[in-house]
RNA sequence: GGCCCUAUCGUCUAACGGUUAGGACGGAAGCUUCUCAAGCUUUAAAUCCGGGUUCGAUUCCCGGUAGGGUCACCA
């Protein structure tokens, strides 16, 4: 059987159900179907699993579809294909299987068919029980399947009793729907997380009654929460769109969820789209689930961030800072920003934590913080110099470079502590900012000296 | 609890039976134009346990232990 598949063009999907926003651990199920098809010279398909009319939400697809196309996974097909419009096909195949004895319409009684177990089901009561429901004949064999990145896994399916696959001929669940859409999408390998295993084996039985091919199975291992968890929504995980609100880079993203399961038995960990699906292997796929960690996530985007360089910054910029300054002052600006960020939303968290105040006002300071802790001269005097050398540049080549080039030698004369500290101090008010050339080009010769002057008032 | 899956530094991971067990993030230390940031250098840190197989096991097999997943008229 194997063998007739591995013949035909490969064609994977991406199916999520708009039950909720595109959360990360989906959007690396998404990209591993993605680079396995384009690796492989197959499509990638992409429906939505909305057969849940309660739960699924336009507001979600409509997550889902932007998180998707922002991360930049394109499906090939056209057409988004969905569930709840496809009734009639299913219908159709679900009286097939009652037609044939290999479904039943079941009366359900007080006492239910659920295999008997010590385990309570806490979402038992969930939603009112029909009366009726089509249950399908469990022939009761064993299955094995090919997990392309587990080997052979085994279940006996008895254990799984005449299971429900549909509330009525009108409303087909999950299991039913996704084995009928598989099939009529000539889906050859089914990738996803390692949560579906257990339900590959029911899914496989439906297949074999409606005499379905069997694809091929994959099943990632899981992302997980700190504590080594499943992230889940209500345990740490985050959507896809707040991560693109945060000022991500979305090849970063990619980038970073590639590595989460999978290496390309290399050294290198900055790929590009194309790159991972030339690379992509998934017999190189880990099969332990993997911590999500944030900050790593953080640096690879640092990283791309410094490829987008500083020009890439200003539209970050939030217009507090821009405002009334130059076009050299903003170039110096999202230089100094970008030195100091992972992701472009930090400029805007540390402008509210007040790290720019004193791009903002003219700072307020202790009059002691001017002199540095190992000076062996007084600032005063210190300033008044480095005051006349900054008033002697033209405010047109006022920049990062122009103002070092007079100030420097001074202070490399007198004690580069010695002038810089309060230099610094008097510019930004903070024991901690940018150097003190840089904070200058940032104010502008005016603001420059205005503060510089005020210190030296302070001291008198 | 039944069934299924998994097991290398704190985290993500490399090592087609033979390596001083490698890299990255994070940590620590140092260097760099005053502080911070960035950058560079150095450094600490791991094969879950017990049996096999083998001249030799991180690697193969078995058992244990631990962790996870799943047990819906959700997907």
Avoid at 6 to 16: A, D, L, V
Wanted: with cysteine.
């Amino acid at each position: 059987m194997n063998q007739e598949i591995e013949s035909k063009k490969i064609i994977t999907r991406f199916p999520p159900s708009p039950t909720g926003k595109l959360q990360l651990g989906n959007a690396r199920t998404a990209l591993f179907n993605y680079l396995f098809a384009k690796k492989n010279g197959g499509s990638f398909l992409f429906r939505l699993e909305d057969t849940d009319k309660e739960r699924s939400k336009k507001e979600y697809e409509t997550d889902v579809i932007e998180s998707l196309a922002w991360l930049g996974l394109r499906h090939d097909n056209r057409e988004i294909q969905k569930q709840s419009e496809r009734v009639e096909i299913y219908k159709a195949q679900l009286k097939r299987l009652v037609d044939q004895g290999l479904a039943y319409i079941s009366k359900e009684t007080e006492l239910s068919q659920e295999p008997a177990s010590g385990f309570q089901s806490p979402k038992k009561k969930d939603g009112e029980r029909r009366e009726e429901v089509i249950r399908f004949k469990n022939p009761n064999k064993v299955i094995t399947f090919t997990d392309l990145i587990r080997g052979e896994i085994t279940f006996d399916t008895t254990e799984l009793g005449d299971f429900v696959i549909a509330k009525s001929m009108d409303e087909p669940i999950y299991h039913l729907a996704v084995v009928i859409d598989d099939a009529e999408m000539d889906i050859t390998h089914v990738i996803r997380g390692e949560d579906g295993i257990s339900n590959t084996p029911r899914q496989i039985l439906i297949q074999e009654a409606l005499g379905f091919p069997r694809p091929l199975y994959a099943h990632l291992p899981l992302i997980l929460a700190p504590d080594r968890t499943k992230l889940s929504k209500r345990h740490g995980a985050i959507p896809v769109s707040e991560y693109r609100a945060q000022g991500y880079i979305p090849e970063a993203v990619l980038n970073y969820l590639a590595l989460l399961g999978w290496n390309p038995g290399t050294e290198q960990e900055l790929f590009s789209l194309e790159e991972l699906s030339r690379l992509f292997d998934l017999g190189k796929v880990q099969k332990g689930g993997a911590v999500f960690d944030e900050e790593k996530m953080r640096s690879v985007n640092k990283e791309y961030l410094k490829k987008a360089g500083a020009a890439s910054v200003i539209p970050h910029i939030p217009s507090e800072l821009t405002a009334g300054r130059s076009v050299s002052q903003v170039q110096a600006l999202a230089g100094m920003l970008l030195e100091r960020i992972s992701v472009y939303g930090d400029i805007k968290t540390e402008l509210t934590a007040g790290e720019y105040e004193y791009l903002l006002n003219d700072p307020i300071y202790a009059k002691e913080m001017l002199k540095w802790k190992k000076a062996k001269s007084e600032p005063k005097e210190h300033l008044e110099n480095v005051c006349s050398l900054v008033e002697k540049i033209s405010p047109d080549t006022f920049t990062v470079s122009d103002i070092k080039e007079a100030v420097f030698p001074y202070a490399e004369a007198k004690g580069k502590g010695d002038v810089l500290w309060p230099t610094r101090v008097a510019l930004s008010g903070k024991e901690q900012s940018p150097d003190p050339f840089t904070l200058s080009a940032l104010l502008g010769k005016e603001a420059t000296v205005k503060r510089l002057r005020t210190a030296i008032n302070m001291l008198e």
